[in-house]
């Protein structure tokens, strides 16, 4: 007679979510970027403007970048975050209105750290473009 087998399925661990975490945003002339990872730097939720639809130079206004900060936002809140440390890279036009759309999401920002990288005499700069 075959002995049936049974196995037991595993329930599904549920990750620890930290009350405060690190929002990093990267903002260029082309598109921004907002990801919310936990102190680690693992990923726990992202967003950017192409993700929400925006096509071409649409991508890179202010109001496409608060869009996509507040998308990113309401996720984490309903993750369980509570607190935001940013970090900005970049000079595009949607710094600010992505700062405060965190802050509309219902996230406490906590501190601004500003991460562009600036180079020390590195790389010779592309040429300039006639138009």
């Known amino acids: 007679m075959a002995l049936l087998e049974v196995r037991v399925a595993k329930k599904p661990v549920k990750k ?22 936990d102190p680690k730097g693992n990923v726990l939720c992202w967003s950017s ?7 071409g130079t649409k991508k890179g ?8 900060a507040e998308a990113c ?3 984490a809140v309903s993750l ?5 440390d940013i970090r900005i890279k970049g000079p595009g036009p949607g710094r600010e209105a992505a700062i405060r759309s965190l802050q509309n999401a219902g996230l406490d920002i906590t501190s601004i750290k500003d991460v ?3 180079p020390h005499n590195g790389c010779r700069p592309p040429k300039q473009r006639r138009v």
Do not use: M, S
């Open 61 to 68: 206004t202010p109001y496409a970048a608060a869009q996509c």
């Open 49 to 55: 403007a192409g993700r929400l639809g925006f096509k």
């Open 80 to 84: 369980g975050v509570k607190k935001v």
């Open 73 to 75: 936002g309401r996720e």
């Open 16 to 37: 620890k979510i930290p009350a405060t975490c690190i929002a990093h945003i990267q903002a260029t002339f082309n598109n921004t970027i907002v990801t919310i990872t």
């Open 116 to 118: 562009t990288p600036i």
